[in-house]
Each structure stands twice: as C-alpha cells, then as structure tokens.
C-alpha cells in the first residue's frame, strides 16, 4: 500500500493533526512501509474465524442506573486551558 | 540498603532497624546523585514522599504497618496521580495536574508504599527505546550509550540501578517485558482485566495492562498482591479471586511441562541471546522440567496485527486531547479548526502522530473489514493456537527480545525496524496472557531477558516459576558498573 501527498493530507485532516508541510513526504514514506507490514496478514485465510472483542470472551457489565458520581466541574475545570463561568472557552464557532 | 529485597526491607523495617524516612532519604539521595546520567525521572516528589515516609512510621509504631508499609517505589507516568504532573511522556500533558488519583496509585498508597515520583517513558507508551519522550531518552545503566527499552524504559533503568526497590508498568506490546529484558530485571504483564486501568492514561484499550517491576520475581510477587484486583471503575477489570502470590512462590519445578516456540528461535535472533537462553532452560531441565518444542505460527502475525489495533484504538483514545479541556493548546488560534489542528500537531511527537494516522486510516470509511477486522480475526486464531499449545505444556518460554539493548538513535529512522523489537513479546498482549521477563545472562556486558508465557491467570505460577529460576541463578542480582 503506498500513500500519497493526497492521502496524507487527508488522513491528517480527519485526524485534526497540523503537520508540516516539510513532514509530508517522511509521512508517506512511513506510513507505507506501516501498511506493507500490516498487508502481512493478508496471508491468513479468516474468512470463516470469529473476530476476538476480549480474550476472555467478558461481557459490558452493567449497573442500574443511578447517580454515583459527584459535581466537581470547578475542580476538573482547573486545568483548563480557558474557562469562563463554569464554560470552556474556544474561538467563536458561529459569527 | 538499596540492595535489599522487599522482603529484607520489609524486615528491617519490622524489626526498627531503619525507618521508612531514612529509607526514603536514602533513595532520594541516590536519585539526585545518580539519575542525571539515566534521566529516568520525569519528576520527584521528595517533599510528598517524605511526608508519605513519616506516615508510614506512624501507621508502624500504631502497629497498623503491612509488609509493604514505608517502601519506597515510582509510578510510570502514565498512571494519574493526584496534585502531581502526570504528563505521560508528553508536550501534551506537560501542564497537567491529575485531579485525581489512578486505582493502582491508590492501592499502592493504602498499601502505605512511598512514591517517589514519577518515571520516565515513550511518549503516551508508544516506543520500544524510550526515545519519544518529550522529556528526553532514559540510558540504560549498564551502557549509557544504549536504549533501556520502552516504553517503561525508566521504570526498568531506576529499578535497574537500584534508584528504586519496585515500580509501576504497563504492557500494550512489550512495555514491560522489553525493557525489563534489556535493563536485567523482572518485569510481569498480568492477565488482560488482572489490574484495573482505571486513571492509567489510555493507549490501546483491548491490550494495556499494569504490572509490576522488580529485581526478583518474588519483589513482584508483594507488588502484584497490591496492585491486583477488580475495581468497578475498569469496565474491563475481570471479577476473579486473587492468590496469595508471595505463599505461592516455593513450588517445584519436577515435572514442569515448558514449550519452546520453534518461530521465537529463528531468523532474527541474535546467536549469543539465543546461547543464554538455551543456559537458562538447562537449569529448569536440571530441576527436573521437560522441555518440548511447540509451534506458534499464527503468532508471527502478531505484529502486523498489532500495528492495526493499536494504531486504531490509539487514534480513538487521543482524540479526547483536543487543547480544550485541559492540556497543551496552541497559541492564538484563528478558529475551532485551527485550535484542534495545531494544538494536536504541536502537542504530540512524531511517533504519536504516525500512530494516529495509521489507525485514522484503517477506522476510515472503507477500510474497517480489511484492517480492523481482519486484525481481530488474527487475533482470535493467536488465542486458540496458545489454547492448544496449554493443552500440551505448562508455560512458553523464549527470549524475550531478538537480542541485547540498541545503541540509543540506532533505530530511529526507521519505525518498523523498531516495531520488529517487540516481535516476541506482542502475541501474548494480542491473547491476553500474562506473561513475564527475567534476567537470564549478559551478551556483551547487556542483559538478555528469558519470557515466560502461562495460561489465563497463572500469574501465580510464572511468579513461582521465575522465582525458583532466581534460587538456581543470580542473574537478577547483577548490577550496572556504577551503581553498586
């Protein structure tokens, strides 16, 4: 699998990741020799195996629904880069 | 003092011979005289140690001491701990104070262990030499020059070099059997569920696993008994009755059934790793194991399908680092977009970012079958081929790296050149097994690690396997030239 100036700029784009645009060419060529290595297992007939989810075949537990968690946003928020009111703040979203 | 086992300390510690503070000053002081030439702290936390130390005294003279009360030890800095930098190797998270603590930390505290601080390693776990940290790269002590391994490539140079009697782990691929192997001490990955990854930060979910690190596998055995358990937080941590690991340790090798993976020792592995294995399972057959070779084929695609799972499951997980809720965020964004974008492009090294894309790739419209899936499939047929190969043996053994440490920027050009180091260890992540590394010889004056895989839950029993090994051996008594 080779990938392309093209296809980088749009995996980096879903991804929401600014690369340089110097990097795009060290990318390719890396994440090809990536997918090369991962095409290895084209080798392996799985047409009839059952995909593995858990080793141990675990099932989602489940709890009944009830709070249990406490209100600490002022202690989260602390960290923030930008808070205001109780509200992270980012650039204006609508003009 | 710093050579003592846990044990030893443990009993010194019973017996007033010496404090936990003055054993907390003692491996303070070796830190700050020794670690500049390791870097295998990102940061440590004296004053809270210290304050932990006289806590642990206290609880001792009240008589409420456990035996690992007043022990100094560090957390790999992917687990959170509260008021205290968790930064996960990262740009990213070089500001971020965890509000809270991780279920490992906490056991580790109530358990009245003393932190010391936090260790170094890959960025966000992604690494086999400990050279994408944002921190810099950790040397090994037994060859400055050399990579430790990854990525808990500081919690094995700080054990290593008797910086620390014990520290915390995690495993995806290797990250704790590698450097273990590298840095010549005892490193075990449980069963996937075994420890809670609750506020440890996420890699890949399906496959991280906390353990333990330790000079001797009985060291382990203690830390293991702490850290284990279920823990409602984790909704993948199993409900499954711990053992009393340290009671289990003295069991006899007569009649062990061992399988030696023909695939682990062919092309790729180093010819003098290979001698210092074949010595070590001498000293089992000496003790009466059998020895037979078994086949591991499916397994050699391990690493394929590991650099699709985990890649995809990376991408999902780091999404959360958005620069919005907390973490690094760029400077003077023009719009949303650009707020994401550069604050993620900035935030992360390059290694992270590579694993992003090839994980944003396959979870792409169109490509789910052909990767994801497919990778999942492959690791159904790795788990029932291990089934049948417990089926006829006790425990897998082989090396658990192709050779010796690298030299430090030996690998770094080329990512899957690097990968291929984790070529033994990724399978057992894949099934779930536990698995461990111990110190098995010395290739050229760097350690060489021998891996034991065992079936669901035999953390017991690979401790006790590895443990009768350390009886025979005094592989893991070594220590790096300058460390003494």
């Given at each position: 699998?080779?990938l392309?100036r ?5 995996i980096?784009h879903l ?9 795009i060419?060290?990318y390719?060529r ?9 095409d290895?297992?084209a ?8 995909p ?15 709070v ?7 202690l989260f ?6 808070v ?5 703040l980012?650039?204006?979203v609508?003009? | 003092?710093?050579d003592?086992s846990?044990?030893?300390?443990s009993?010194a510690?019973?017996?007033r011979?010496v ?21 295998s ?9 210290l ?16 035996p690992?009360?007043?022990?100094p030890?560090?957390h ?7 008021g205290?930098r ?8 070089d ?5 809270y ?11 009245g262990m003393?932190?010391?601080g ?9 690494g086999?030499s ?8 950790v040397h ?8 430790p391994?990854?990525s ?12 620390v009697?014990?520290a ?9 059997r ?19 990854r ?7 979910s ?27 937080r984790?909704?993948?941590c199993l ?6 690991y ?11 059934r061992i399988?030696?993976?023909r695939?682990?020792?062919g092309?790729g592995?180093?010819a ?26 499916h ?5 394929p ?24 965020r ?14 993620r492009?900035?935030?992360f ?7 992003i ?12 079958d052909a ?11 790795i788990?029932?081929?291990?089934g ?12 658990t790296?192709?050779g010796p440490?690298f ?5 770094t050009?080329d990512p899957?050149?690097?990968y291929?180091?984790d ?8 099934a779930g ?8 010889g010395?290739?050229?004056?760097l ?6 895989v ?19 051996t005094?592989w ?9």
């Amino acid at each position: 699998m080779t990938l392309d100036r093209n296809d980088v700029e749009s995996i980096a784009h879903l991804a929401r990741i600014a690369i340089d645009e110097a990097d795009i060419p060290d990318y390719a060529r890396d994440l090809s020799n990536i997918l090369d290595l991962v095409d290895e297992m084209a080798r392996e007939d799985t047409a009839d195996v059952l995909p593995l989810a858990h080793p141990l075949d675990a099932v989602q537990r489940l709890r009944p629904d009830i709070v249990t968690e406490e209100d600490r946003r002022a202690l989260f928020q602390a960290g923030a880069p930008a808070v205001e009111n109780g509200l992270y703040l980012v650039p204006k979203v609508i003009e | 003092m710093h050579d003592k086992s846990i044990a030893e300390m443990s009993a010194a510690l019973a017996g007033r011979e010496v404090s936990s503070e003055e054993l907390t000053r003692h491996f303070l002081a070796r830190i700050g005289e020794l670690d500049g030439a390791l870097n295998s702290f990102i940061t440590v936390t004296p004053e809270k140690a210290l304050e932990q130390a006289r806590t642990a005294d206290e609880r001792r003279a009240r008589g409420e001491a456990g035996p690992l009360t007043g022990i100094p030890m560090a957390h790999k800095d992917i687990f959170c701990t509260r008021g205290v930098r968790t930064s996960c190797g990262s740009r990213m998270l070089d500001n971020f104070v965890s509000p809270y603590d991780a279920t490992v930390v906490e056991r580790m505290s109530a358990a009245g262990m003393v932190m010391l601080g936090k260790l170094n390693m890959d960025e966000f776990a992604m690494g086999s030499s400990n050279e994408t940290s944002y921190y810099g790269p950790v040397h090994n002590p037994w060859q400055q020059d050399h990579v430790p391994g990854g990525s808990s490539g500081g919690s094995a140079a700080a054990v290593a070099a008797r910086l620390v009697p014990a520290a915390t782990a995690t495993d995806t691929g290797g990250s704790i059997r590698q450097p273990a192997a590298l840095c010549g001490v005892t490193g075990l990955k449980p069963t996937y569920g075994r420890v809670s990854r609750y506020g440890m930060i996420a890699f890949a979910s399906s496959l991280d696993q906390a353990g333990p690190m330790t000079r001797s596998a009985a060291d382990a055995a203690w830390l293991l008994g702490a850290m284990a358990g279920f823990d409602e937080r984790d909704s993948t941590c199993l409900e499954h009755p711990l053992e009393d690991y340290p009671a289990l340790l003295d069991r006899p090798l007569q009649g062990l059934r061992i399988g030696l993976p023909r695939e682990h020792f062919g092309e790729g592995l180093d010819a003098e790793t290979a001698a210092a294995v074949h010595q070590a399972l001498a000293v089992f057959e000496a003790a009466g194991a059998t020895v037979k070779e078994i086949s591991l084929a499916h397994s050699m695609l391990s690493v394929p399908a590991y650099y699709v799972v985990a890649p995809a499951e990376c991408s999902s997980n780091l999404s959360r680092f958005d620069g919005v809720r907390f973490g690094y965020r760029c400077e003077e964004p023009v719009n949303l977009e650009d707020l994401y974008k550069r604050s993620r492009g900035e935030g992360f090294g390059a290694e992270v970012k590579r694993r992003i894309l090839v994980g944003t790739y396959a979870l792409s419209a169109g490509y789910y079958d052909a990767y994801y899936l497919k990778a999942q499939k492959v690791r159904r047929l790795i788990k029932d081929e291990f089934g049948r190969a417990f089926d006829e043996v006790d425990v897998i053994m082989g090396p658990t790296t192709p050779g010796p440490a690298f030299r430090i920027g030996e690998k770094t050009s080329d990512p899957v050149a690097m990968y291929l180091s984790d070529i033994y260890t990724i399978a057992a992540n894949l099934a779930g097994l536990p698995a461990l590394s111990v110190p098995a010889g010395l290739v050229n004056g760097l350690p060489v690690g021998l891996q034991m895989v065992g079936n669901y839950f035999d953390e017991g029993r690979l401790l006790g396997i590895a443990h009768r090994f350390q009886q025979e051996t005094d592989w893991h008594r070594r220590t790096p030239p300058g460390f003494a």
